[in-house]
């Protein structure tokens, strides 16, 4: 066992929970599941578990505050920390690099960057944009969810990381209807968030360069800058060819093709179609767009 502590934030997760907590309830030392209200069995198969607390907070639409508030509620007693969603689950290979370099890591380290496979209709998507790096693992007290509305990533305060070479998986088993429903309800996030790095609306963005997050979710950040300044509907259309065909995406038969259009075209469109929306009512009047964002879409700049 290390001295690990895994934070999961549950909302309805029956169809995963099990999956999830029987892959690391040998490796961890605590296990909190952080819950907005769950209406399904999730809180029922999560209290088999001995080594799982569970603590309710009302979900706010935004994914950094639920985790946050999770690290500043919870009675955490490990040294580390693992942040993982209810679909998600460690390799093998991942937990036996763990056991062997977390007890040993040194003390100016104070993350580590691990890569996250996407499996998609039950394949794993190879083609397109893996391996996606991401800091998941922090010492306690040295990392925070940064507050934004898309893409959030651990921010440390202080230290050093270091990249992990195995996997961990994002493996959701629900249909294709609840996938693009899924997207959906990210693309008006995404269209704020969008909006917020072209107009400097929060000023927020500018202090993305001086962040302590990982050197890809850095570079991911830079070329999330430069495409909100490139012209809506072009855009989107680039970016499916450029992952599709430049980043192998047709590599992985039809699955990688629904994959690819799904996230990379269609989703990325409909984004693009919010803000062409909210421009429409608007323009580029700041006050104008956070007041719709606000009143139409429960999202606060």
């Not at 490796?27 to 999730?42: G, H, N, R, V, Y």
């Not at 390799?91 to 003390?107: F, G, Q």
């Not at 969810?145 to 230290?159: A, F, N, P, V, W």
């Amino acid at each position: 066992m290390l001295d690990l502590t895994v934070v999961i934030l549950t909302k309805d997760e029956e169809l995963h929970i099990k999956r999830c907590l029987d892959n690391i309830n040998d490796i961890a030392k605590e296990i909190f599941i952080i819950d907005s209200f769950s209406t399904d069995k999730t809180l029922e198969i999560a209290s088999k578990y001995s080594k799982v607390k569970i603590l309710q907070n009302k979900w706010v639409n935004n994914y950094a505050y639920q985790f946050n508030w999770g690290l500043d509620n919870a009675p955490i007693t490990g040294k580390w920390i693992l942040r993982l969603d209810a679909d998600e689950y460690l390799l093998p290979e991942l937990i036996a690099e763990l056991t062997r370099k977390l007890p040993e890591m040194s003390d100016d380290v104070s993350g580590c960057v691990i890569n996250r496979r996407h499996i998609f209709m039950d394949k794993w998507m190879k083609g397109g944009i893996y391996p996606v790096k991401l800091l998941r693992i922090f010492r306690n007290g040295k990392g925070r969810c940064e507050q934004r509305l898309m893409d959030e990533h651990i921010q440390l305060s202080e230290g050093k990381t270091v990249d992990l070479e195995n996997d961990f998986c994002d493996h959701n088993l629900n249909n294709l209807s609840w996938f693009c429903h899924k997207h959906v309800n990210y693309a008006v996030r995404e269209a704020a968030d969008l909006l917020d790095i072209e107009l400097g609306i929060t000023g927020a963005a500018e202090t993305d360069n001086n962040k302590e997050i990982s050197e890809q979710a850095i570079s991911k950040r830079k070329k999330k800058h430069s495409y909100a300044r490139k012209p809506l509907f072009w855009r989107s259309t680039a970016y499916f060819l450029y992952r599709y065909f430049l980043k192998g995406g047709w590599r992985d038969g039809k699955e990688g093709f629904i994959f690819t259009f799904i996230q990379g075209w269609w989703y990325r469109t409909l984004v693009d179609a919010k803000i062409f929306e909210i421009k429409r009512k608007c323009g580029d009047d700041t006050e104008k767009i956070k007041t719709v964002l606000q009143e139409e879409y429960g999202i606060r700049l």
